[in-house]
């Protein structure tokens, strides 16, 4: 069938298929038979064969570091391997999964005493091996052990930390390398209670050096929190066995952050030890007072500046702890600022602050009592200024004064008069503690509260109109510093005090609890203290407070400083009044301020102890819910038995509240709610007859 349908048609052969694969003309060539050979891409072009040598070179090149580097991985492999081995680290952890750690002890022991035994011995024929053969065979011998054993080193190490074969302890990017052992970390952790024993950390970044320490970043399991870690700071530090003051500790916050990362930077040895540091003001020809002035440095050594406008400064310490040094830093920029007044009050009555006088628009020095007065006179005239200055920003036009805020440019202008006014107080103590009595509002009250009024208004209102409030003292108690004015001290500098109560009246409550304790530092730390500041910082800009060790302005640095200050006033015709000869005071309307004040009338109403309750709370009676008895009873040196039954006479019973204790755990005290304390003022103020004065 096929050859008849076919018969009409001249049928073709198809040429042969074969199998193939499309090539270069130039690749193949036939060697012999059945044998095929590919030119090498390196002799292909002249481009590739230069990129071929340059790429040996630079391997030549590498090799010997590369080799170099594989040798210290292996010997700290070795080491570490060895250090497991004479330790019974295999022996020792069976028995803690078997809990029979206390029961092997004593076989722990003998195990590991005969492996140092075995380890010396080995090292002792190793090194007679070697003399005998430097002996036999001269130099030669030993350059040939030691390429052996550099070559095996290089082997063991050949792969990384975190590379594949090569066991990660800590899961993360890499491992601390160089440092220490990475179980030590995480043992140290576990030993503080700071993580469970079965709870490992992730490492975020290398272990790296940063200044005279290393620094790592890890990530806590879930649930653990990084402000746990800061408050147990010191546990861990003796952990890793170093001293506290060595171990920084910092929560990783913002968009690279979260609640359970922890930033650890150990110091090599002490960080504040050493000669200080010269403020870097001594070199500056002036300053802008808006910009934030050079303070100190961390324990990195990364510098830390201090914004004071729109802020105030409250600077507490014992005696000779640099005090006075710090608020002088502080009033240093701003006296370097043509554009700025100074008010200075020294209650201590000394040399320290003598030179600002050639500079300070208002200057008392002493602490008499017509000092005490003439210091109450020029914060009633700050008081009218500030309410002026409220006035007249309120007639600015908007482009001028867009938010009811001083600006660079208001601060600036002559015809405005309103420049940055600091007011700086040192031994405050000194005026806010005297009995005399003055008539403020009709009413009888010590000229030393109506200091504290002065102030509290000078820092609750001033910050906006330009008014700065520096305040130092060597007495940071409850009694010495009201709470109504404490509470609306923004920045907060305390170095070293005698307790952590002092501590927490400085840097503000519970701070404590938070790892933050000025009576830890070291007597031997002048000039160190716990800045908790109140604006944007530089360096640690997240963290709730840092230890800064000051810089040191010595006495002819700050009457170099004064003086400066002094000569660009008179360049720039802004020296006023004390310094331009002119001590004449302002007639004020007393009225107006008891007014703007409220003359504390509501505080001097309410009977004790109720009375000393709401003045030691001060704005915590609205934020706090519940506040031990015992915390009143020794915030207020009182017997607790008839602090107890006046309390009940006012309305205010005791009740019983959990609250966390010291590690963490709650438990349940005797106390007030806050809401009773409050409703008992309320109904002490609704029952008197108003003060129509």
Not at 111 to 120: A, I, N, P
Not at 366 to 384: K, N, S, T
Request: with cysteine; proline share 5%.
């Amino acid at each position: 069938m096929a050859e008849e349908q076919n018969a009409g048609h001249e049928v073709e052969r198809a040429a042969p298929v074969f199998d193939a694969e499309l090539v270069d003309e130039e690749s193949p060539v036939s060697v012999g038979a059945g044998s095929r050979w590919r030119r090498p891409a390196w002799l292909t072009s002249r481009q590739e064969f230069k990129r071929a040598v340059r790429a040996v070179i630079a391997l030549l090149i590498r090799l010997p570091f590369r080799f170099a580097s594989a040798v210290g991985r292996g010997a700290v492999l070795m080491f570490r391997v060895w250090r497991k081995w004479v330790r019974v680290h295999d022996y020792r952890e069976a028995a803690e999964q078997s809990e029979k750690l206390a029961d092997k002890f004593v076989e722990i022991r003998a195990l590991t005493l005969f492996r140092w035994k075995v380890s010396g011995a080995v090292a002792a024929a190793v090194g007679s091996g070697l003399l005998v053969a430097y002996l036999l065979y001269g130099s030669v011998a030993l350059w040939g052990a030691g390429t052996v054993a550099a070559v095996m080193l290089a082997v063991a190490g050949r792969r990384k930390e975190g590379a594949p074969g090569r066991k990660n302890v800590l899961p993360g990017p890499r491992a601390l390398a160089w440092t220490m052992d990475p179980q030590v970390l995480v043992d140290a952790f576990r030993d503080a209670k700071l993580i469970g024993k079965d709870e490992t950390l992730r490492l975020v970044e290398r272990a790296r050096r940063v200044g005279d320490g290393w620094a790592i970043t890890v990530d806590l399991p879930a649930t653990r929190k990084a402000a746990d870690v800061i408050k147990h700071r010191d546990a861990l530090a003796s952990a890793l066995a170093v001293d506290e003051v060595q171990l920084i500790v910092e929560r990783v916050r913002g968009r690279g952050g979260h609640a359970g990362r922890v930033f650890l930077w150990v110091a090599d040895e002490d960080p504040y030890s050493g000669p200080p540091r010269r403020t870097p003001l001594v070199e500056a020809e002036w300053w802008d007072a808006w910009q934030p002035i050079p303070f100190g440095v961390d324990a990195r050594r990364r510098r830390i500046d201090l914004p004071l406008v729109w802020t105030s400064l409250l600077v507490g310490a014992i005696p000779r702890q640099g005090k006075t040094m710090a608020a002088r830093l502080a009033a240093a920029g701003l006296i370097l600022d043509p554009h700025t007044r100074i008010y200075v009050f020294d209650g201590k009555g000394g040399k320290d602050w003598k030179a600002a006088e050639q500079v300070a628009h208002r200057f008392v020095c002493g602490d008499g009592l017509p000092d005490v007065q003439a210091v109450r006179d020029h914060l009633l005239e700050l008081v009218v200024e500030v309410q002026a200055r409220y006035q007249r920003m309120a007639a600015l036009d908007d482009e001028v004064c867009p938010e009811s805020k001083i600006t660079p440019g208001i601060s600036r202008d002559p015809g405005l008069n309103m420049p940055i006014t600091a007011v700086i107080i040192d031994e405050v103590q000194v005026f806010l503690e005297n009995p005399a009595k003055i008539e403020v509002g009709a009413k009888k009250i010590a000229i030393g509260e109506h200091i504290a009024d002065l102030l509290a208004y000078l820092a609750r209102k001033g910050p906006a109109a330009g008014i700065v409030v520096v305040l130092a003292t060597q007495r940071p108690d409850s009694q010495t510093i009201p709470s109504r004015l404490r509470s609306v001290l923004g920045s907060r500098f305390a170095l070293r005090v005698m307790d952590w109560r002092d501590s927490n009246i400085v840097l503000g409550e519970q701070m404590n609890t938070r790892g933050y304790d000025a009576s830890a530092l070291l007597p031997s730390h002048k000039g160190v203290g716990i800045l908790r500041p109140d604006g944007d910082m530089d360096a640690g800009s997240e963290s709730l407070a840092m230890t800064v060790w000051t810089y040191y302005m010595g006495n002819q640095d700050w009457q170099s400083i004064c003086a400066r200050g002094r000569a660009l006033r008179e360049a720039a015709g802004t020296l006023t009044g004390h310094a331009a000869g002119d001590d004449s005071r302002r007639s004020i309307d007393s009225t107006a301020v008891v007014m703007a004040l409220g003359a504390g009338a509501g505080r001097s109403e309410l009977p004790e102890p109720l009375a000393s309750v709401v003045e030691y709370l001060g704005d915590e009676l609205e934020e706090r819910e519940f506040v031990p008895t015992a915390e009143l009873v020794e915030a207020l040196e009182v017997e607790a038995t008839g602090f107890g039954r006046q309390m009940g006479e006012l309305g205010c019973r005791p009740t019983r509240h959990y609250v966390p204790s010291e590690d963490g755990e709650p438990r349940r005290v005797r106390g007030y709610r806050t809401a009773d304390l409050r409703a008992a003022v309320d109904e002490i103020k609704s029952s008197a007859e108003p003060d129509v004065s």
